[in-house]
């Protein structure tokens, strides 16, 4: 019970920050909706592929964002916006900013010691993590553009309506 309270906590507080990423963009008033609903479920893929089934961010990151970009796809048609309008704000909540911080850290650690260690220790901290914030932002990207790509008349024609 535990374990199903801490999913649904991660993918409530997803979802209220993919409300807030989209209302950046001024997207229509029914387009909230989707976004929060897609950006709670893909947070809480991310979330049980780690925690549960033990994967590392990068994989779990990918198979979140291609359910993002798989959901966006299918809501578009009923919102009549394009799939970006959701995955895009459905995504940003899983930059992996701590990584990102580190790496910073890291480099700005380099800079600063006169020990040798120490400055070997800061560059592989600066590696690691910078290497992990890349390949998870790509990860991200390309996982949410596959369904774009992969179902190109859904996507592309969400905002026409069919003639008759």
Request: net charge positive.
């Amino acid at each position: 019970m535990n374990t199903l309270l801490l999913i649904l906590q991660d993918a409530f507080f997803a979802a209220i920050a993919g409300i807030g990423f989209a209302s950046i963009s001024n997207p229509p008033k029914s387009a909230f909706k989707y976004c929060a609903i897609i950006a709670a479920a893909g947070h809480a893929t991310r979330y049980v592929m780690m925690n549960l089934v033990g994967a590392n961010i990068i994989p779990a990151s990918l198979v979140a964002a291609l359910l993002i970009g798989m959901l966006a796809v299918y809501f578009s048609k009923k919102a009549q916006c394009p799939p970006e309008t959701f995955s895009f704000p459905s995504l940003l909540p899983m930059i992996p900013g701590i990584y990102a911080y580190r790496a910073l850290q890291a480099l700005i650690m380099c800079m600063t010691t006169a020990d040798e260690s120490q400055f070997h220790h800061y560059a592989y901290l600066f590696g690691f993590n910078g290497l992990t914030t890349i390949f998870v932002v790509l990860a991200m990207v390309v996982g949410q553009l596959i369904p774009i790509h992969v179902f190109p008349r859904r996507s592309y024609c969400a905002t026409r309506v069919a003639a008759k």
